[in-house]
């Protein structure tokens, strides 16, 4: 019988990739991520798309390139593209729901001003913001 895995996706804000100590670090103390990182998978040659946030949340959320998705600001800025993800659509996690997966989402959406996510489909702790 074949068992999906579990996913837990950390996506974190201005944070280079040796700040770990799993990626060399020998300052920074993190024994929790560290312990993480050595039971999954780590992405080390990931790269961030776009150097603002909600480009690259709805990049990371969708897939997309932020051409691609539409948001090309951050959404809070007066002159916001988008103030919400055009295409809801987009996104990668109800593939994930379809599969069977529960989805929760913890801290900053950041990827729209009017919704979060529970408008969305995630459950649990959701903190739009």
């Known amino acids: 019988m074949n068992q999906r ?11 280079r990739y040796d700040t770990l100590g799993s990626s060399g670090n020998t300052v920074c103390q993190t024994p929790n991520l560290d312990r993480i990182a050595a039971q999954g998978v780590t ?28 948001m090309l600001t951050n959404c809070e800025f007066y002159h916001t ?11 990668l996690h109800p593939r994930l729901a379809a599969q069977g997966y529960a989805l ?5 959406w950041h990827v729209g001003t009017e919704k979060g996510p529970a408008d969305y489909g995630w459950e649990g702790m959701n903190i739009a913001g």
């Open 104 to 108: 929760g989402y913890a801290g900053k």
């Open 5 to 15: 895995p579990n996913i837990l996706w950390i996506g974190v804000d201005q944070m």
């Open 81 to 91: 593209i988008a103030p919400e993800l055009p295409d809801p659509s987009m996104f």
């Open 43 to 70: 992405f080390d040659r990931a790269y961030c798309p776009v150097t603002l946030c909600t480009p690259a949340r709805a990049s990371m959320f969708t897939g997309q390139h932020a051409f691609n998705h539409g």
